[in-house]
């Protein structure tokens, strides 16, 4: 069975300051997609990356980065330079590459709250 | 592109009442739809997924006859809540996935049901 660990339930940062998002997940597929997702305070979820369990690429975008560890199985997710917009729960989530029965496993959630 | 609609945004009804959900795929054929539960402060939780002109799959625990699922097209998905009771009172959330896509779901922005 999948799983996606994230152990942060809330995490408050004053504006400005970096924080990252923790990820853990099992599974005993080898390929498999993991996901980041923001969902604000409207409910909408918003994309976020995504990322194949073959590339284990860093990603940059912006202010946000993304450290994929196979060999932890870790998939982090960090803020630089945090701002209020980005005050959110952060999902993330697995999912397998099965063709139709595919489904994705969403972690707990990380509630952000960046403060002036 | 790849944007999913859900009708209506918020519902209010009473107990003992049924309540239909519908999501639509605006800019693509979606061959495969998925609902999510949310609860508050608490994580998507896959309720069934439904593939165009077949019954749906519902998830251990979810009942079937109270949670009725239709996907009659390629671009719309209705989930009717049947007898409501309050404990149904949640955020619901479908996402689509495309024709030809084995992993990528566009999510819907949701619809809060309340029942009194």
């Known amino acids: 069975a999948q799983k996606v660990t994230q152990a942060q339930t809330e995490i408050s940062v004053v504006e400005k300051e970096d924080v990252t998002l923790d990820c853990v997940y099992e599974t005993r597929d080898t390929t498999y997609y993991l996901f980041w997702y923001k969902q604000p305070p409207s409910g909408e979820l918003v994309f976020l990356i995504r990322?194949?369990?073959?590339?284990?690429q860093n990603e940059i975008s912006g202010r946000y980065s993304w450290n994929f560890q196979k060999s932890t199985s870790s998939f982090n997710f960090t803020i630089t330079a945090s701002q209020v917009v980005d005050s959110a729960v952060y999902f993330c989530?697995?999912?397998?590459?099965?063709?139709?029965?595919?489904?994705?496993?969403f972690g707990t959630g990380t509630r952000l709250q960046v403060t002036l | 592109g790849a944007v999913v609609s859900q009708h209506p945004s918020w519902v209010i009804c009473k107990s003992g009442t049924s309540v239909k959900i519908e999501c639509r795929s605006l800019d693509f054929q979606a061959t495969t739809m998925f609902w999510y539960r949310q609860f508050p402060k608490q994580s998507l939780m896959l309720m069934a997924t439904s593939n165009e002109g077949s019954k749906a799959t519902y998830e251990q625990g979810v009942e079937k006859d109270k949670f009725l699922i239709n996907h009659a097209s390629l671009t719309l998905s209705t989930l009717t809540v049947t007898s409501a009771h309050p404990e149904d009172s949640s955020f619901y959330i479908c996402s689509a996935r495309a024709q030809g896509y084995t992993y990528e779901q566009y999510f819907g922005p949701g619809t809060r049901l309340t029942v009194t």
């Open positions: 990322r194949n369990s073959f590339d284990e």
């Open positions: 989530a697995l999912t397998q590459n099965t063709g139709t029965a595919s489904k994705l496993t």
